[in-house]
């Protein structure tokens, strides 16, 4: 049972290249959700999808896009990276429901040059 | 709109000293409270929550933190810390409803020396 596993664990991009941040979980948890963590600005809120087949903006979305692939893989992506977006990127799941805890992946570390 | 306010940025301990970390949120509804805890290059790992009953939560390593309705508050404790509590802590708070997401606070940084 691996939990929540993200890949890559570190990017480098230059300005205007896109990739994609790729995120699964196993155990077979509704609710998934993209983090993205700054030096004194805690986690926010990039997207979330609360059930297979939706996604909902969150507090940060702009220059992002997701896309909720099945159950288990949520995946993130940035279309033309900026230098705003260096960040670490952590994707989280939960049941479905209310109330709910959230597991966390161990992130992708992103530097945009 | 939740909010979630911590109000210590940065806290430096001795090993054996006590620990508080305030955590205020703003939320009228029925909310669900969480701690977690980010060891130095490692992911969220959660160290207890609050979703009913008792207002005083025991988690995992020793910290508790009590559920102060009235004022708002979900406050971390631990009553002598060691030198392995180095690590960044958030609190984070979600509705009772189905799908909301969690709002999390900026986070405190505890260092502590042995």
């Known amino acids: 049972n691996a939990g929540v596993t993200q890949t890559p664990k570190f990017q480098v991009l230059k300005t205007g290249q896109s990739m994609t941040l790729q995120c699964a979980q196993d155990m077979n948890h509704n609710s998934m959700y993209w983090y993205r963590q700054d030096p004194g600005m805690g986690l926010r809120l990039i997207y979330y999808?609360?059930?297979?087949?939706?996604?909902d903006k969150g507090e940060v979305p702009n220059g992002y896009n997701v896309s909720r692939l099945n159950k288990r893989e949520f995946s993130l992506r940035l279309e033309s990276a900026a230098p705003s977006q260096t960040s670490v990127y952590f994707c989280?799941?939960?049941?479905?429901?209310?109330?709910?805890?959230?597991?966390f992946g161990p992130g992708t570390r992103l530097l945009v040059l | 709109a939740q909010s979630v306010s911590q109000h210590n940025h940065h806290v430096i301990l001795s090993e054996a000293a006590s620990l508080e970390l305030g955590c205020n949120y703003s939320y009228g509804g029925t909310v669900n409270l969480f701690w977690y805890v980010q060891y130095p290059g490692q992911h969220l790992q959660l160290l207890l929550k609050y979703f009913s009953g008792d207002p005083l939560v025991k988690g995992i390593k020793g910290f508790e933190a009590e559920f102060i309705k009235s004022k708002f508050s979900f406050n971390l404790r631990k009553p002598s810390v060691q030198w392995s509590d180095t690590a960044e802590y958030f609190c984070a708070v979600t509705s009772n409803q189905a799908g909301t997401a969690l709002i999390f606070g900026k986070g405190t940084t505890l260092s502590v020396s042995s």
């Open positions: 989280a799941s939960s049941v479905s429901g209310s109330p709910k805890t959230q597991y």
């Open positions: 999808s609360a059930s297979e087949g939706t996604t």
